[in-house]
Nanobody, 122 residues
């Protein structure tokens, strides 16, 4: 049974850090392009970062460059998002997603998790 499950969200102060995890069952993340998306209240869901298994290429939305780092642990079949220097605008529900063909828009990804909430507030 194919399943992605995010964890690690919570309340963090501005300037703080948090690491999100995404555990996969039913698929081998080592053979998938994997991504993080987020959605803030009243805003459209946006792609935060994606890493391609085929060539290791990694992309980030401009607003998180230099602060967020996406990584995968193929042995554990997990995806991570290290989030540093958090800002209130980073708050939202964060989702992991995977696709065997490419990094793409949310609707184009093959499978998604249920999301984990990140709140950035003092």
């Amino acid at each position: 049974q194919l399943h992605l499950m995010e964890s690690g969200g919570g309340l963090v102060q501005p300037g703080g850090s948090v690491r999100l995890s995404c555990a996969a069952t039913g698929i081998n993340l080592a053979t998938y392009h994997i991504a993080w998306f987020r959605q803030a209240p009243g805003k459209e869901r946006e792609a935060v970062s994606c890493t391609r298994f085929s060539d290791g290429a990694t992309t980030y939305v401009d607003s998180v460059k230099g602060r967020f780092t996406i990584s995968r642990d193929s042995a554990k079949n997990k995806l991570f998002l290290q989030m540093n220097s958090l800002k209130p605008d980073d708050a939202g529900v964060y989702y992991c997603a995977a696709d065997p063909v490419d990094c793409g828009e949310w609707s184009a990804m093959y499978t998604w998790g249920q999301g984990t909430q990140v709140t950035v507030s003092s």
